[in-house]
């Protein structure tokens, strides 16, 4: 049955994997990096893969997934390198390590639990929506969970066999250390990993010494421990994931990656991260994200995990007090029955740590919450197990128990029937299609492409791309010019790329010429080809030429207004001159003046009036 389970979840990630994702793949989750990601997340080792460089420029500054994921650039490449470079084969590199991981994680909750429990963890995680969706395509968390999974394979196995402590161990931290330099997000689960290892050692030497000491104080137990090889050997295995770890954290290029995943994944901004991620963790217990992941996420897998740890404390808290009264410590009995394993606590450790670190963030994206589905799932597969197996009190509550299990699973197997059938027959493959409509139109020859899908576009072609991001990476006017672009693919108005090169290098983008469209997820996004460094300069010759031109144009526009406003008001002096010059006809009568009188004309010798005659002279 578990062949065959593993069979369909192998179909379901296989069938027609060129299709594009979902838009929206659980409600309330706005998250873009299901058909973002992929092909940034690949960049570095697809470019050593065709042109045996990490970075196609000196200038390049988007060295990103090297630095902090060097096991999955490097797995990556030489997946390329045994298979080719394209979309489907970047998409099976994660989709065999999902299938990997799935079957190990049935097979331990098989010798583990039993196949109730392994049938159940199987179904609970492997036709989860989310995982599903996100198992198919290139992302690191499909890897990530593998390796996970691994390390807790190889726990398993040094419980079970403490003889071969040595290589269950170096296994153990081999896996988490490849974990771990696939995403950072590995590193929250550290140090529940090391307590675990540690402790599982230190038991396997006792059992392997034969060691019967339980009445002895516990530091004599730890030495006569810590004297056996098995206990050594994995405390070498510990010390050297740290020590590699640390060699790791002290690098300054990954320290820099690290804050600004940090940064990022808590939105600190110029907060304190440590601040931040104390603050949205003290919200998130009351936060809609909480509410999202059990009752949209993964509602089953989150409620029947929660049981489980309810179990678990309830457990812990019996033998507490028991320990405080002296008393044997007592055996779980109905529904309670069954005491935790080592496997357990430590998925139950793993979950928490990663349901803590989500919560401390306020993002709603379902790569981040991907993380603590296969524990949560390892923890409710176990309830259903126990419940399956359980003595009930008779045969009829047996049958109820079992029908309404059995209900349940194939109600959630029609569920993700019904979308994974729906979704496939309404799905396109633009992803896959888009490189040949680039070739179409650009030809075959050299080309540098950029833009804001310009990865997605350019990704099963032999054109180079660079990302371009503003106030990231490669934003500045110097580095633009050494990239030696030819190419833009661009949405239009809102596509950031375009803009920063308006804003940044508007002159490069001088005598572009548009070579027409390309289909992508329902958006057109049009393929400009910019003008050489020759065009360019014939462009701005004339638009120097054109921008002359315009100004004499302007100026004798200018003149010949001016002249004729000159003889507009000329000619408007000369008639006002006119019309003062011209009288009525006929003439006005002149209008009667009062004249005044003058005196009468006065005789000679006749002396002036009002003055006193002179005596004349006697002659």
């Given at each position: 049955?578990?062949?065959?389970?593993?069979?369909?979840f192998s179909l379901l990630r296989l069938w027609k994997l060129e299709l594009d994702p979902p838009g929206l793949v659980v409600p309330g989750y706005s998250g873009q990096a299901h058909f973002r990601d992929e092909a940034?997340?690949?960049?570095?080792?697809?470019?050593?893969?065709?042109?045996?460089?990490?970075?196609?420029?000196?200038?390049?500054?988007?060295?990103?997934?090297?630095?902090?994921?060097?096991?999955?650039?490097?797995?990556?490449?030489?997946?390329?390198?045994?298979?080719?470079?394209?979309?489907?084969?970047?998409?099976?590199?994660?989709?065999?390590?999902?299938?990997?991981?799935?079957?190990?994680?049935?097979?331990?909750?098989?010798?583990?639990?039993?196949?109730?429990?392994?049938?159940?963890?199987?179904?609970?995680?492997?036709?989860?929506?989310?995982?599903?969706?996100?198992?198919?395509?290139?992302?690191?968390?499909?890897?990530?969970?593998?390796?996970?999974?691994?390390?807790?394979?190889?726990?398993?196995?040094?419980?079970?066999?403490?003889?071969?402590?040595?290589?269950?161990?170096?296994?153990?931290?081999?896996?988490?250390?490849?974990?771990?330099?696939?995403?950072?997000?590995?590193?929250?689960?550290?140090?529940?990993?090391?307590?675990?290892?540690?402790?599982?050692?230190?038991?396997?030497?006792?059992?392997?010494?034969?060691?019967?000491?339980?009445?002895?104080?516990?530091?004599?137990?730890?030495?006569?421990?810590?004297?056996q090889r098995e206990a050594r050997v994995t405390l070498v295995a510990v010390g050297t994931l740290g020590l590699a770890l640390a060699l790791l954290v002290f690098s300054p290029e990954y320290q820099q990656r690290l804050?600004?995943?940090?940064?990022?994944?808590?939105?600190?901004?110029?907060?304190?991260?440590?601040?931040?991620?104390?603050?949205?963790?003290?919200?998130?217990?009351?936060?809609?994200?909480?509410?999202?992941?059990?009752?949209?996420?993964?509602?089953?897998?989150?409620?029947?995990?929660?049981?489980?740890?309810?179990?678990?404390?309830?457990?812990?808290?019996?033998?507490?007090?028991?320990?405080?009264?002296?008393?044997?410590?007592?055996?779980?009995?109905?529904?309670?029955?069954?005491?935790?394993?080592?496997?357990?606590?430590?998925?139950?450790?793993?979950?928490?740590?990663?349901?803590?670190?989500?919560?401390?963030?306020?993002?709603?994206?379902?790569?981040?919450?991907?993380?603590?589905?296969?524990?949560?799932?390892?923890?409710?597969?176990?309830?259903?197990?126990?419940?399956?197996?359980?003595?009930?009190?008779?045969?009829?509550?047996?049958?109820?128990?079992?029908?309404?299990?059995?209900?349940?699973?194939?109600?959630?197997?029609?569920?993700?029937?019904?979308?994974?059938?729906?979704?496939?027959?309404?799905?396109?493959?633009?992803?896959?299609?888009?490189?040949?409509?680039?070739?179409?139109?650009?030809?075959?020859?050299?080309?540098?492409?950029?833009?804001?899908?310009?990865?997605?576009?350019?990704?099963?072609?032999?054109?180079?791309?660079?990302?371009?991001?503003?106030?990231?990476?490669?934003?500045?006017?110097?580095?633009?010019?050494?990239?030696?672009?030819?190419?833009?693919v661009s949405e239009g108005e809102d596509d950031f790329v375009e803009e920063l090169l308006q804003d940044a290098v508007p002159e490069l983008l001088l005598g572009r010429r548009r070579l027409g469209y390309v289909g992508?997820?329902?958006?057109?996004?049009?393929?400009?080809?910019?003008?050489?460094?020759?065009?360019?300069?014939?462009?701005?010759?004339?638009?120097?030429?054109?921008?002359?031109?315009?100004?004499?144009?302007?100026?004798?526009?200018?003149?010949?207004?001016?002249?004729?406003?000159?003889?507009?008001?000329?000619?408007?002096?000369?008639?006002?001159?006119?019309?003062?010059?011209?009288?009525?006809?006929?003439?006005?009568?002149?209008?009667?003046?009062?004249?005044?009188?003058?005196?009468?004309?006065?005789?000679?010798?006749?002396?002036?009036?009002?003055?006193?005659?002179?005596?004349?002279?006697?002659?």
């Open positions: 049955m578990l062949a065959a389970l593993l069979v369909l940034a997340k690949a960049h570095e080792a697809r470019n050593y893969a065709k042109w045996q460089r990490w970075s196609l420029s000196e200038v390049d500054e988007y060295g990103f997934w090297r630095a902090q994921s060097p096991a999955w650039v490097w797995g990556e490449y030489l997946w390329f390198r045994s298979f080719g470079v394209g979309l489907l084969q970047a998409r099976m590199f994660v989709v065999v390590q999902t299938i990997v991981a799935l079957a190990l994680l049935m097979w331990l909750a098989m010798i583990r639990h039993g196949l109730p429990a392994a049938l159940a963890t199987g179904l609970l995680l492997g036709l989860n929506w989310a995982y599903l969706v996100y198992s198919r395509l290139a992302l690191m968390e499909g890897a990530l969970i593998c390796w996970l999974i691994v390390a807790t394979v190889a726990l398993s196995q040094l419980e079970r066999q403490p003889r071969q402590a040595g290589r269950w161990s170096m296994l153990a931290a081999g896996a988490m250390l490849i974990a771990c330099t696939i995403k950072q997000t590995g590193l929250l689960v550290v140090p529940a990993f090391s307590v675990a290892l540690c402790l599982l050692g230190l038991r396997a030497a006792g059992v392997v010494a034969g060691l019967d000491d339980a009445d002895a104080p516990w530091r004599a137990r730890l030495m006569a421990r810590l004297r804050a600004f995943n940090a940064v990022h994944f808590t939105a600190a901004g110029d907060q304190s991260v440590l601040g931040r991620a104390a603050q949205t963790l003290a919200r998130g217990f009351f936060s809609a994200r909480l509410q999202r992941m059990f009752l949209l996420l993964a509602p089953w897998i989150m409620w029947l995990a929660t049981l489980e740890l309810v179990r678990v404390v309830v457990l812990a808290l019996r033998d507490r007090r028991a320990r405080k009264r002296g008393e044997p410590r007592p055996e779980p009995r109905g529904l309670l029955e069954g005491r935790a394993d080592p496997i357990d606590l430590w998925m139950l450790a793993w979950a928490i740590f990663a349901l803590l670190a989500n919560l401390a963030s306020p993002h709603r994206a379902i790569r981040f919450q991907l993380v603590m589905l296969p524990p949560a799932a390892w923890l409710a597969g176990a309830v259903i197990g126990r419940a399956w197996l359980h003595r009930w009190p008779s045969p009829s509550w047996r049958r109820v128990v079992r029908g309404s299990l059995v209900i349940l699973a194939l109600l959630g197997i029609t569920l993700t029937a019904v979308r994974f059938v729906t979704w496939t027959r309404n799905a396109e493959a633009s992803t896959a299609w888009i490189g040949d409509e680039l070739r179409e139109l650009i030809g075959e020859r050299e080309a540098v492409v950029v833009g804001e899908f310009a990865a997605q576009a350019v990704f099963e072609t032999d054109y180079r791309h660079f990302y371009v991001r503003p106030n990231q990476f490669n934003f500045t006017p110097e580095i633009l010019y050494e990239l030696g672009i030819t190419h833009l992508f997820r329902g958006r057109q996004l049009a393929v400009w080809e910019l003008a050489s460094p020759e065009r360019r300069a014939e462009v701005e010759a004339w638009m120097a030429g054109e921008a002359e031109r315009e100004e004499l144009s302007r100026k004798a526009k200018r003149g010949r207004a001016s002249k004729e406003q000159r003889a507009k008001a000329s000619k408007r002096r000369r008639m006002e001159r006119s019309e003062a010059q011209c009288l009525p006809e006929p003439l006005p009568e002149p209008e009667a003046v009062p004249m005044t009188k003058l005196p009468a004309p006065r005789l000679r010798g006749q002396p002036a009036r009002g003055r006193p005659s002179a005596p004349s002279l006697p002659r």
